[in-house]
């Protein structure tokens, strides 16, 4: 019986209730050694007597092996391993040991552990149990939590048990309090009826609440001696495992140590290392009896993690040494594990422990578990006598540290490599290193001189990696605004001189036309941009990040159909290889160009997905951006709560990394909001402090200068600067639509009529070869307002019902609204709607288009990396909305 935890247990009883009836639950219960997360997992396991159970735990000794948690959770179900989508088949298989191990995306294998689990709550309903997931490996953690957070219409639930040190990322918690006074008492009670008196009185008192302290304490002899403060909770309760594990016979606590060190718990390796110790099956026997151990088929494991703690603390040294490095000859045929019993049993230098973890760490590399690795490099570096090995294997640490964002640990092993690297190669990844970490922590000024004085150092020796650090500082200072330092990178790397022929040609391009494009305009640079981008059209598809360059620069240059053509195919080729980690910033590409296309619906559920993706892997420096963009979207529509909570979140995100980007489309939301509602002096005050800031050289200003223009001429001020910016783009795009604008913006200022309807008409012309509906609209729209006011009010609602039609379309209420009135005052009293998209989510429509092009829900799933029951639940809530009742009518809609 579980005193005093009917809450706990009711929350359990509706979870699994919820996977009977076909939705998906999380829940990570947190509390302090003993509270008892345990006791409840065992409870739900016990409650789902009609689900399929799944049992996995974190491992102390087993926490710098990659996904070996992963494969004791997921032991049970390996053999549904083949029904899986084969790229992630594949990925899972490596990661988990059963196949040969391959690069891949780290965040794959947690897509592919999401479809396994959906598979396997096929029959039944699923329950997942973690115990201790505070120990487990980081790369399992990280699979378990992104396959949790896309859990919904499957079936399956997964209850983690873990003290503080485990990260829940967002996943539903709860926390376990002490137990009540009289709950308390009843559990003492249950455990040692015959306790009265001053001890009793003392155990209720140090325990406070905790159901293992009320349990065990009652056990030690030594807690009557005590009459000083009470000891720290865990402490005291080690100390009681202590004295229970001490009053074994020697050879049970040899067996109980070994136990400790064997980390799967196989009983057979167990009884091995015994043995090589003239240890007898009896003692493991004498071990269990007294409870500290539990043997169930081939496997042991402690009652408790901290009895594993006292067996191991009780120990002397050289008997440790003895027994890993008898388990290290054990366990040829699993060098991983070897590799870790070998540096355990090393007293000092040695070489052959030392490569052995330096294989270790790259194997873990390949599987994605650049923890693991760090780990690995970090041991070995410690084995290593040659300072040159110690300082190569440092600086790998180091590397896979900062791809796991831990920053100020990579700092500290970069502190201990510097001196200890004396080729030109390593002392090229230095800097570079330090700059990341700098950027990372908020110090991009620094990532920057570090760059640029790294390329100076190696130029004479190695001018291929001085021009990619340069590259590098030329695309951190874009990426902050800053613009004298992307022409002093420039600078330098023009005077490098590189061969055309060199891997980093396009990339070296790139930072040149970046730089032109401030130095001399877009007259010179965009021609230089354009044939980048026929470069990048011409890449071969598994070059990604020239293919997302190329993108970038057909943003530049208002190719926006380009550049999706070209984000989306890279971004297709991602989802299907499941290189996860580079979509963020292919959703950047892609909701920017969708935006520009006008094709809102479609960047919100870009936007929104991307915005899910950084939170899933890792990379909040792209969040900016997205918040960024969806408050543009919602300011377009007149959402001005969304729109307002969106930019702030963005300008926090500004203000925390200093990335411009999201600054850039927070500034022109807020103040396209404020147009669209007619405050137009707030449009020039939002728009003028922008450009006083690092927004004014990102591509933004460039198209939120129209904005100003209009602001400005409804205010009868002059707008000269915002003008000649868009002018001087405009001509040097060569583009019809650009053009358009630009008679447009030049007939708001016109003060003579006729040039200025002269202008309109031309803007008008220019813009049938479609490509931007949304400025399409706004022409429309004041062109039809200046028709109005001139009297012609049949020219006038022409113009004023298409820009209303595209405005419902687009949904942006404030500006349909705006027509709408303007037609009502040139005499149009039938105002249809035009039916809008219905009011799908954007989630909701990913998976409407990809079923409507006739993919099953399973290859849905996989493609928007969700489980196939999760697919046919939005189906389901979307087919009301779209009034229809099967697939096959889908085809016959227009989604957009």
Not at 18 to 46: C, D, F
Not at 228 to 241: N, Q
């Amino acid at each position: 019986m579980l005193r005093g935890r009917e809450s706990d247990q009711q929350a359990i009883d509706v979870l699994l209730d919820q996977a009977r009836a076909g939705r998906s639950g999380v829940l990570v219960l947190k509390g302090e050694p003993g509270i008892g997360k345990t006791s409840l997992l065992a409870y739900a396991g016990e409650r789902a007597h009609d689900m399929t159970v799944l049992r996995g735990l974190g491992i102390e000794t087993e926490a710098d092996l990659p996904y070996a948690s992963l494969h004791l959770l997921l032991r049970g179900g390996l053999d549904r391993l083949s029904t899986l989508p084969e790229p992630q088949a594949v990925a899972l298989g490596s990661a988990l040991g059963l196949a040969p191990t391959r690069t891949d995306d780290r965040f794959h294998v947690g897509v592919a552990v999401l479809s396994l689990l959906a598979e396997l709550a096929e029959e039944r309903p699923l329950l997942c149990l973690v115990d201790d997931a505070h120990w487990l490996d980081q790369a399992s953690a990280r699979a378990l939590r992104f396959a949790a957070h896309r859990l919904h219409a499957e079936g399956v639930v997964v209850v983690f048990g873990a003290r503080d040190g485990f990260d829940p990322a967002g996943l539903p918690e709860r926390r376990l309090a002490g137990l009540d006074d009289q709950s308390a008492a009843q559990v003492l009670a249950d455990v040692a009826p015959d306790l009265t008196g001053p001890v009793r009185l003392r155990i209720l008192q140090e325990s406070a609440g905790n159901p293992l302290a009320l349990r065990e304490l009652p056990r030690t002899a030594a807690l009557p001696a005590h009459d000083h403060g009470p000891l720290p909770l865990p402490e005291r309760l080690r100390l009681a495992y202590a004295d229970r594990i001490g009053r074994l016979p020697q050879p049970a606590q040899t067996a109980l140590l070994v136990t400790a060190l064997v980390d799967d718990g196989g009983l057979d390796m167990i009884t091995k290392a015994c043995a090589g110790l003239g240890i007898e099956p009896a003692a493991l026997g004498a071990a269990e009896r007294s409870g500290l151990i539990r043997i169930a088929g081939r496997h042991a494991a402690f009652a408790h993690p901290l009895m594993r703690a006292a067996a191991f603390q009780l120990s002397t040294y050289d008997l440790r040494l003895e027994v890993h490095a008898i388990l290290a000859g054990l366990l040829a045929g699993d060098p991983d594990r070897r590799a870790w019993h070998l540096a355990a049993a090393a007293t000092g230098p040695d070489e052959t422990a030392a490569r052995a973890l330096e294989d270790t760490a790259h194997r873990a590399r390949e599987r994605g578990a650049n923890v693991s690795a760090c780990a690995a490099f970090e041991r070995a570096a410690e084995l290593s006598e040659d300072p040159e090995l110690k300082g190569r294997r440092l600086l790998a640490a180091a590397v896979d540290a900062t791809e796991e964002g831990q920053l100020h640990r990579a700092e500290q092993l970069l502190d201990t490599a510097t001196g200890l690297v004396p080729d030109a190669s390593a002392r090229a990844t230095l800097p570079r290193l330090r700059a990341r970490i700098a950027f990372g922590q908020g110090a991009p000024r620094l990532a920057h001189d570090l760059l640029l004085k790294g390329a100076a150092d190696v130029a004479a020796d190695d001018r291929a990696a001085a021009g990619l650090m340069l590259v590098e500082a030329a695309r951190n200072a874009n990426r902050l605004g800053d613009a004298d330092g992307i022409v002093a990178a420039a600078t330098r790397l023009r005077a490098l001189d590189l061969r055309p022929q060199d891997d980093l040609d396009l990339a070296r391009q790139a930072a040149l036309s970046t730089a032109l494009l401030l130095t001399d305009g877009p007259a010179a640079a965009l021609p230089v941009m354009r044939e980048l981008v026929d470069k990048g059209r011409r890449i071969t598809p598994d070059m990604h990040s020239r293919r997302i360059n190329a993108a970038y620069f057909a943003l530049q240059t208002g190719d926006f159909q380009t550049a999706w053509e070209i984000a989306r195919a890279a971004a297709d080729e991602c989802r299907t290889a499941g290189e996860i980690s580079k979509l963020a910033v292919l959703h950047i590409t892609l909701a920017t160009s969708e935006i520009f296309l006008g094709r809102f619906t479609d960047a919100t559920a870009t936007a929104s997905e991307g915005l899910r993706l950084t939170a899933e892997t890792g990379r909040p420096s792209r969040a900016g951006c997205m918040q960024g963009m969806l408050a543009w979207i919602a300011a377009a529509r007149g959402d001005s709560g969304r729109c307002a909570e969106l930019a702030a979140g963005s300008l926090e995100r500004y203000d925390a990394n200093g990335i411009v980007n999201g600054l850039a489309w927070a500034q022109w939301a807020q103040a396209l909001l404020d147009l669209g509602q007619g405050r137009f002096a707030e449009v020039l005050d939002r728009l003028d402090a922008a450009m006083a800031g690092p927004a004014r050289h990102q591509f933004q200003a460039v198209h939120f200068a129209p904005d100003q223009i209009e602001a400005a001429a409804r205010l009868g001020l002059p707008a000269d600067g915002p003008l000649r910016r868009y002018e001087a783009w405009a001509q040097a795009s060569g583009l019809a639509w650009a053009q358009a604008v630009l008679h447009r913006s030049r007939a708001l200022l016109e003060p003579d009529g006729e040039r200025a309807e002269a202008l309109f008409r031309a803007a008008v012309r220019l813009h049938t070869g479609g490509g931007r509906p949304w400025e399409s609209a706004r022409t429309a729209l004041v062109y039809g307002e200046y028709l109005r006011r001139a009297r012609n009010k049949r020219a006038a609602r022409v113009q004023l019902r298409a820009a209303l039609e595209t405005f419902q379309r687009l949904d942006a209420r404030p500006w349909a609204e705006r027509a709408r009135n303007e037609l009502r005052a040139a005499g149009d009293t039938a105002l249809a709607d035009t039916d809008a998209l219905p009011a799908l989510s954007p989630q909701e429509l990913q998976i409407v288009r990809l079923a409507a092009a006739g993919r099953t829900n399973k290859e849905i799933g996989a493609q928007l990396f969700l489980s196939p029951k999760t697919v046919s639940y939005h189906l389901y809530r979307a087919f009301p909305k779209l009034n229809v009742t099967s697939r096959a009518q889908l085809a016959g809609l227009d989604l957009g």
